[in-house]
């Protein structure tokens, strides 16, 4: 089959493009046929070897997976040829203590699709059945390889780690990215007003047209004070953050008493300083996030379905197109997501 490899990490790394061998399924596993893969920021940390876990090459890499089943491990039931399906990334055991009340983005013995083991810019994945999620009907290859990681992120962090009240002020930082634009949707759909960011004015009406009822410039080295003007000086209640560093203590300027931050990545920076008396005194919550949970996915999922989100889909690249990919994703400039299809 054709796929494509990373060879040595770097910014960017060496991406190749050729045949290897067919996967074949273990007794466990499901090979997918894939049909589009989505790409994220995990996928250049992989790239540029940023990530606090051993990384060894070549390996394929894509953790935003929908596809075809096409052939059947062993021991698996409940699956048929040929049925339409999303893949789950964080690979779980299934029998750990957090796997057993459904909290698989707790899994003691977690695996990145993608990272750890063989990823979706190929042709065909092998992949654990249990990670396996049937596709509605109506969302089709594309959609599900745009909302599997990202949007299911959003839910996991809107739904799960953190909640939102109808009326609620929520602040979606990056309304671009893939976790930014479906944060904004979601929000949206659980009756929050939404504030988003945008250091560009074609990023601004791009989140506007999501459904952002105000967004303000970051490039304005001010931005947290326009937050609080358009809130009355009270703050939002709710941070949806993916960034990190410099832009985490901004948001704790943007938050009203009792609000809480919900946080699921560090793109610019892992280590922040916290300013410990208005975090105690406000009660204010800085809430970690980590991937997702298998409801999560079906969540995002179904909501796709019934027309409640829609990723904003940036560009189709082929498979040979993955580094370009790569490239757009990394000079910033995608908006909403980038799909391979191979
Ligand atoms: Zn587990």
Known sequence: MKAVQLIAHGAPGQLQYGDVPDPVPGPDEAVVRVRA???????LWFEEGNLPIPLPLPRIPGCEIS???????????NW???????????????HCEFCARGEESLCLNGELLGIQRNGGFAERV?????????LPGKVDFATAAALTLAGSTAMHMLTCRAQVRPGDWVLAIGGTSGVGSAAIQIARQLGARVISTGSTEAKRRFAAGLGARHVVDTSQADWPAEVRKITQKRGVDLVVEHVGGEVLGQCFTCLARGGTIVTCGATSGREVPLKLWPFFVKEQKLVGSYGRNRKDIIAILDWAAEGKIKPVIHKVYPLSGTGEA??????????????IEP
């Open 37 to 43: 893969c989505g790409l994220n920021r995990l996928d």
């Open 67 to 77: 596809g075809e089943i096409l052939a059947l491990g062993k021991n698996v039931a």
């Open 80 to 94: 048929r040829e040929g049925e339409r399906v999303a893949v789950q990334s964080n690979l779980f055991c299934g």
């Open 126 to 134: 092998a992949v654990p059945a249990s990670a396996l999620v049937r």
């Open 326 to 339: 790569c490239a757009a994703l990394r000079q910033r400039a995608v908006m909403g997501k980038a799909v």
